[in-house]
């Protein structure tokens, strides 16, 4: 959806609808875009350390990774 910023103020109930039901609504004015209305974010659930940790382990980059990294570290661009 995309509305203008003065019909905004007669529709403004539609455009909260729209955006409760999932639907991104862009803001215009003199037709140029300048914002998104967009739902609210749900945040993410609380992690205990332990999962934390866990997880971070079990999905960590392989082992191999760490030392190409390590080989590149002191370099630049210049020294390639």
Excluded: C, F, K, Y
Aim: glycine share 8%; aromatic share 2%.
């Amino acid at each position: 959806m995309e509305i203008g910023v003065r019909d905004l103020r007669n529709r403004t109930s539609q455009v909260i609808d729209a955006v409760r039901a999932g639907e991104r609504v862009v803001l215009t004015i003199h037709g140029e875009a300048v914002a998104d209305i967009v739902p609210h974010a749900q945040r993410s659930r609380w992690v205990p350390g332990d999962l934390l940790r866990r997880d971070l382990a079990e999905l960590a980059a392989d082992a191999g990774l760490r030392d190409e990294l390590e080989v590149l570290a002191g370099q630049t661009l210049d020294e390639r």
